[in-house]
């Protein structure tokens, strides 16, 4: 299938410089596919292991909606219908391939600037949002600061109720970029946020590192044992030491994350500075408090300052020399209708619309691939309640991957 690109205003998404995404072009060759980093140690066997990647040619990227501006996040309800994050403000409700967009909320009202890296840029629904009708939201106010909000539906059940927000915890951005996005449950009801650096380039305050700022990390709340949250006993600093929100650290930019739902594994793309892109990968079960390296390096290479010993590698990078500039975190394959990529992990680039696979093998080797060349500009990725794999592509439109080619 043939993709043409559509040109719009540059999303940054925290890249240091961005270029106008190009037409697309032909897949790089083996020797040019971004390299799998060395793989982690870890206790846990996969449930599902594929052979190898299927066959790319014989799928494609099929559209189930268009006419959206700028869609950033893609959620499911537990049943047919989707809710996509538009980044003025707006989350949008599709209930089915073919029927109309309807509106769920519209909070363009105290959403600020959504020109840049700033806007809508998280949903969370509760586990329990077929009973409490709770879900929870991402998005920088006019003042350009975090806010993480809990809505809840008005007397309408398809439409939320804008009044109904209670705001649950905010953080001061220094800069206009670099504010993460990335907000999901976990197979443990915890809520979990990712938060980039605060901005600028290079991290310059050191938040990432620091244990008393929430930039630069993945935070865990429990939403349902305290008001407006509780800390989780087990979050690393819960007694001290540092912000007791705190679950990861060292991040530059976590725009996009994603729990395996058969594994319970976690997914995370980490937008790089100048050079280098990475996808981290936490095992179910392993301690909190994982550093993940930034500012100390960039993917796997040295950055700044001397690095302790206890980071933890990625499981995959590329360069900007041959894959865009900007990672997309995505999703693992699920899906029963498309059993031979089960247990795939896919992701892309906001800037080329490449899109990778990434699975680890039966010897605990990450086998790392280029798999679609779509054009797209790729701001999300994210599954139905059937296992149904969506893309998200800025310049308005959703596309669900499917048998041919």
Known sequence: MRYKLMFVAPLLFACSLLAAPAEPTSAPSASQLPPAAPSPTSTLEPTAVPISFPDPSAY????VAGGLESPVDLQNAGDARLFILEQAGVIRRLDGAGLPVETFLDIRDRVGS????QGLLGLALHPAFASNGFFYVNYT??????????????????RADPDSELVILQIDQPYANHNGGGTAFGPDGMLYIGTGDGGSQGDPEGRAQNLDSLLGKILRLDVDGGDPYAIPPDNPFASGGGRPEIWAYGFRNPWRFAFDPETAD????????NQWEEVDHVSAGTAPGTNFGWDFR???APYEGSAPTDLTDPVAVYSHEVG???????????????????GVY??????????????????????????FSTGFQIT?????????????????QVYRLTRGG
């Open 380 to 396: 999300s990725f994210g599954t139905g309640s059937d296992g149904a794999v969506y893309v998200l592509d800025r310049g308005g």
């Open 60 to 63: 494609t990227w099929s559209p």
């Open 298 to 300: 960039e993917g796997l």
């Open 114 to 117: 959504s020109s840049n890296e």
């Open 346 to 371: 896919l992701y892309g680039d906001y800037c080329s619309g490449l899109i990778w696979g990434l699975f680890q093998d039966d010897s605990g080797i990450w086998q790392n691939q280029l798999l």
């Open 324 to 342: 865009g500039c900007s990672v997309t975190g995505g999703v693992v394959v699920r899906d029963p209708v498309l059993a031979e990529w089960n």
């Open 141 to 158: 106010d006019r003042n350009g600061d975090t806010v993480i909000s809990r809505f809840s539906l008005g007397s309408d059940p398809g």
């Open 266 to 273: 976690l997914f995370i793309g980490d937008v790089g500075q």
